[in-house]
């Protein structure tokens, strides 16, 4: 059972029209964490026009851990993602992509990370996952493998896989971030333009089982291509100022009687 004080960690998992895939992945989050932290899951339902609104109410109620968020309207992955976030309590969020393919039993290893890295270094801190082995089409490797690779020579976000779902970070630190669409996607880039930094763990990644793919090759593509002009723009405009104190100092400085 959770308890009643914030969780030390919340799974948010943006869906759209994933009706099959609800009640699998959501018991997978359970078994991975059950008895390593105290978590809670929150899905937000991305104006879903299948059954997915009524089945998740129907799995909140079986799953005191779960809590549920619905867009009335279609809004996408950026925006659920968003939403998922500013309505934990908890410090540390990971993120899922709803449709099975990552997998939850990943997560521990890339909180374990996090506390790693965090022990030696108090900057933001993205961990991203690494999807060593793609279980996709062909074209969606390709697709995914171009797009990559002119992100990361634009962007020098020095991240390999920036488009798994799999990630974990300071819910604080990811609402400094600019938000706009599709940030789930440039998620490092925008990190180290905040003076952070991002460590690639590498993950299990599953074929989908069920249900359909939101996205293709033009949207992986031509719209990415879009979206890493406006994200180059951020990185230039971007400052990342030392503060530093400033003691108290003895003497009458004021001006005037």
Request: hydrophobic share 40%; aromatic share 6%; proline share 7%.
């Amino acid at each position: 059972m959770p308890s009643t004080s914030a969780p030390a960690l919340a799974v948010v998992v943006p869906v759209h029209n994933e009706t099959e895939n609800l009640a699998p992945l959501i018991g997978e989050i359970h078994a991975a964490l059950d008895g390593k932290i105290d978590f809670e899951i929150v899905y937000v339902d991305d104006g879903s026009s299948d059954e997915t609104p009524q089945l998740l109410a129907a799995l909140a109620a079986k799953h005191p851990r779960l809590r549920v968020f619905r867009h009335l309207n279609n809004c996408g992955q950026s925006t659920a993602v968003r939403t998922g976030v500013r309505e934990t309590r908890a410090p540390l969020v990971a993120t899922l992509d709803g449709d099975g393919q990552n997998d939850p039993a990943d997560i521990p290893a890339l909180l374990e990370k996090y506390r790693a890295e965090r022990r030696s270094d108090p900057r933001p801190l993205l961990i991203a996952g690494q999807r060593a082995k793609r279980r996709d089409t062909g074209i969606r490797k390709l697709s995914s493998r171009i797009a990559n690779g002119v992100r990361a020579w634009m962007l020098n976000d020095a991240t390999p896989d920036t488009g798994c779902g799999l990630k974990l970070f300071a819910r604080e630190d990811f609402l400094a971030l600019p938000f706009f669409d599709h940030l789930h996607r440039f998620m490092p880039a925008l990190f180290i333009r905040e003076g952070g930094r991002v460590v690639s763990v590498p993950v299990n990644h599953r074929s989908r089982e069920r249900g359909k793919s939101h996205y293709g090759v033009w949207n992986r593509l031509w719209v990415g291509i879009v979206d890493i002009a406006g994200v180059l723009w951020l990185k230039r405009r971007g400052k990342v100022p030392v503060v530093a104190p400033v003691p108290p100092q003895q003497g009458d400085y004021s001006r005037g009687s």
